[in-house]
């Protein structure tokens, strides 16, 4: 009875049927887009990139585990899978001190240290002061 017809418009009507309903998701499919591309797929490549990493772990290799213990690999053991195909063992051996190895899993380490290269120079040669 005291109602106006404002108040009586379906939504539908309010933002032009169909098209209004569209027009409504585009935020979310937009925030989703901006997700995607800025969060998770530089973490899916990260991700790649660090099982690429662990996976051609070999033996001189300098490792960090997850507990933070750094090591030499010594040793990658061979072992057959079901098709009788030999691969590389999830356990590694790794060397943490003089003679002190320990075996860890392979989804253990976190990182493998490059060794980097010292900037160093030779001494120029010429008058000096």
Known sequence: MFISTAQAQGIGDMFGGAGGSIAQFLPLVMIFGV?????????????????????????GDRVVTGGGILGVVQRVPMVQDKNGKQVP?????????????????????????????????????????
């Open 35 to 59: 997700f995607y591309f800025l969060l998770i797929r530089p973490q899916q490549q990260k991700q790649k990139e660090t099982q690429a990493m662990i996976a051609a772990v070999k033996r």
């Open 89 to 129: 063992s999830q356990e590694i051996e790794v060397e943490i001190a003089k003679d002190i190895k320990v075996t860890v899993l392979r989804d253990t380490i976190t990182a493998v240290i490059k060794p980097v290269a010292a900037n160093d120079s030779a001494p120029a040669k010429g008058k000096a002061g």
